[in-house]
């Protein structure tokens, strides 16, 4: 009944607020609750707005001066960025990654702390220029060009046989010297080992499937490159700094810890790449000693058949056991829509809990958009084989129970915006199911999956995408302040080491407001 | 513990289960809770997903012998459909047109009796080919090509005055004497009265702002010829006709209820264009008795200020007390992210209730992906100023205080997906919100919007995007019914009208049943 312009009331309504305003107010509530009146009064429309808004990702987060100074000033940027005609979290991140390059958010969201990405991918961590210009520039590289277009390689002191369906080995740096430019060729590697395209998006990938298929095809073809020790040890490394760069200061890598080979075609094991990864890790934090480190989510393809993904589990407990300071546990990869569900591998999977051994599970569910399916089943298997985070969760939302026993366990969503775009489950970002999480403050991490793959890098991209797409205007700095915190505390850290990681992003972050308010 | 195919369990655990088979029962069911454990037991799974199935729309309807064998053909059906290479849902409705066509499940989703349609526009309900068809080959027809390429029409006895910015009017009757074929003239006339197209709609249509635009350029195109009293009614007749066929049985009609003009160009005030909507739909409830009836949610464009807006919502409350019978209510048209906000018109708003005068809303709100701005308040202060349901609510499940009261009040979302995507909200519709709040059975009801503008009819398209689309292979017979059901009981109808036509409906569906399972 408080309407800011009181507008003309019968004279009954008048008087009976006159005469009883206590009755008058009581009848308010009572009426609110029913819905039998219709005169909304404002000071309750602006605690229920207020009440929604406390109820998002962030919107806990007790903001001190300067923050609060930022935050105005992000929300001035933001009004600025939705006014804009090509309004990015509606593009395709291909046609809009030079527009968000050019955000002054973006800018600050690259300076940001952002704690740790949670979600990322071993083959897909570091850039793809880096790649071809380190990686395929070293001596003996061949590579072959396959029957379906792509491209193979091999690292190797002998000549090596050649591949069925490929054409013979060429020497790369015998076909180098013959050009006057190599720009063309290595413009040419480089679009082979990622699905980023400058053509329209949509005609080159018109379905899922085709997507899929680019991706996995682009796999194969880095696998030679990628494999080879030299390079294997370079790629972390250099991932690693692209990752510290953007200002992120832990990584927890799905890795399929494939056999890596040397130049004489002798190979090593999976301990020995654990290993390797956590020798590089210790190397790079002694040289940046506010970068926190690295865990490695041993992954294995879900193509596997059940005695395969037997002896992996085994593999994967004998690791964990190993290298208890490197390992964070086991998941599964490859498109969940096309491979056998997580129940199909529930034998091998129960193994860990049967034999009493710690295997913490960090399975993908619900990347797909099928509902009802055997698939779309993942989520609810995923938590009842008690996974510590849920990667993609993008079904979630269509699932109210696995969606109540994610929170009430607080088994975190790890988000991937722009990855979910490229794989075509969502078109505009502002429509992304994460939203609908955020509203609520679903325990939930942003990451950026396969980042080099899509032609992104680091995690502010994806940052970019939650804060101004799935955000909205609604979106402020305690959304960005919870999002670096829960990195770090859904992370598989102990919960000391949790408080040291915090702590030091604390630091971090507190520089980072101080810098950008003044 | 109980796994299908037992797995090679360690003694130890084998032994806990033998000596202590209610202890491990016991534990199972706490571990379950605490997430400690990580074997899942078959049984409690099978619980889980029972559950969850049991709270989706429709998940709770009890369906007789011959209902499950109609069922069990369904799940077949969908699962031929989910296979093929070209998923309608997936595809842009008007790449998809022909394909939902030619499917079983729309043949059968056509025959079945869906109850009411509960958001559907005036101008936008009948055949664009009819009324170019029917209207456009009267006598008197005069169409002059705009500036902007459209085109505008005028019914008038003598030669009508030029239009600014149009071409000299041009009698149909003679520009069709002078041609051979009049194909040509008929197909351009029905481009610019719909936004369908045969070219590729991303290109056709870009953006949001580009196909609003054309929304409403196709109606005001259309306008001097609906706005003509005897194509007004044949037009009104001809989508009740429509409506019928496509075996709905009842209509809420949002209606401008604009001037409507005679030939010697006086016009006709509201209460006469209501009045007229009244008369006819009598007549063709006499002529169908197996059609319930249609009311009228008088609607006017946002783009109203506000002392239009005080003027219109005094007009709607006084046509609210002449016409109790065939005006439901009120709301308001046109796109809501352009548009002022419902709070912006909130003393106009407040009036019926302030006097106490029965005026039901039926606001539009949630129409929108952008989060946080004025507009995205729509839904919740569609709530508090008490709306009957909520048009589209598409941003629903982003606003969980308003999705809270919506639920709770039982204040219905009409869901229209083909509109949705059609304006861009979504691509994707498996992707749709809706199937999130159908994950939950929220209330809610499937219709149309403006199916004629969208190259669709009826309402069955619409009912295969939300059947098959939204929910994929986990909706069934009864999700089919709860929302037949659905249209009734949340209807404007009064509750004795409701069980009529429950009754009415049931009939009909238990004859669609029977025929359909022979």
């Known amino acids: 009944m408080f309407v800011s312009k009181p507008a003309p009331r019968s004279v009954r309504t008048m008087l009976l607020l006159l005469q009883r305003p206590h009755a008058a107010v009581a009848c308010l509530l009572w009426c609110c609750l029913t819905g039998v009146l219709s005169i909304p009064d404002p000071r309750q429309r602006e605690a229920l707005i207020k009440q929604e808004a406390s109820m998002q990702t962030g919107g806990q987060m007790v903001l001190t001066d300067a923050e609060q100074q930022l935050d105005a000033l992000l929300f001035k940027m933001k009004q600025e960025e939705i006014m804009r005609a090509d309004f990015p979290p509606a593009m395709h991140f291909f046609q809009a990654r030079t527009l968000i390059r050019t955000s002054p958010i973006f800018s600050l969201l690259q300076k940001m702390p952002k704690g740790g990405a949670l979600h990322v991918h071993d083959l897909s961590m570091t850039s793809v220029e880096w790649l071809v210009k380190n990686g395929t520039y070293r001596p003996h590289c061949y590579m072959c060009y396959t029957d379906s277009q792509s491209i193979r390689f091999i690292f190797s002191s002998q000549w090596p046989k050649a591949l069925p369906r490929c054409s013979p080995w060429i020497l790369l740096e015998n076909l180098r010297a013959k050009l006057v430019n190599t720009t063309d060729l290595d413009n040419s590697i480089m679009s082979n080992l990622t699905v980023f ?72 094991d ?190 502010s991209y994806d940052f970019y995408e939650a804060f101004v797409g799935l955000g909205g205007m609604r979106s402020n700095l305690g959304f960005l302040k919870e999002l670096a915190i829960n990195s770090i505390r859904y992370s598989s850290l102990s919960v000391k080491q949790q408080e040291q990681a915090l702590a030091l992003w604390q630091r971090r972050w507190d520089k980072f407001v101080s810098e950008n308010t003044l």
Not at 207 to 219: C, G, L, N, R, S
């Open 270 to 459: 999976r301990a020995w790449t654990l290993k390797t990864y956590q020798d590089i890790t210790r190397n790079f934090m002694s040289e940046h000693p506010d970068f926190f480190g690295a865990r490695i989510i041993f992954s294995v393809h879900r193509a596997a058949n059940v005695s395969v993904m037997t002896r992996v589990v085994e593999e994967a407990m004998k690791l964990q056991k190993d290298f208890p300071d490197v390992m964070a546990g086991f998941d599964m990869v490859g498109r969940e829509d096309s491979g056998k569900p997580l129940w199909y591998f529930r034998d091998a999977l129960s193994m860990p809990a049967e034999r009493g051994v710690t295997l913490p599970f960090f399975f993908h569910a619900g990347e797909t958009d099928l509902e009802g399916t055997e698939v779309d089943q993942n989520l609810l298997d995923a938590l009842l084989f008690n996974s510590s985070r849920i990667g993609h969760g993008f079904a979630l939302i269509r699932h109210p129970v696995a969606k109540g026993l994610s929170r009430k366990r607080g088994v975190a969503v790890e988000v991937c915006p722009i990855s979910n775009q490229v794989t075509k489950l969502v078109k505009d970002l502002r429509n992304h199911p994460a939203a609908a999480l955020m509203s609520e403050n679903h325990p939930l991490v942003i990451s950026s999956d396969d980042p080099a793959m899509f032609g992104s890098s680091g995690l």
């Open 197 to 268: 395209t400058d053509q329209d998006p949509e005609t080159v990938y018109p379905t899922q499937d085709v997507i899929w298929d680019t991706f996995e095809e682009a796999f194969l073809a880095m696998w030679g490159l990628v494999t080879y020790a030299p390079v294997f040890r370079d790629y972390y490394y250099q991932g690693l700094t692209e990752f510290y760069t953007d200002n992120v200061m832990y990584l927890e890598l799905r890795a399929l810890l494939p056999e890596i080979y040397e130049l004489d075609g002798s190979t090593h």
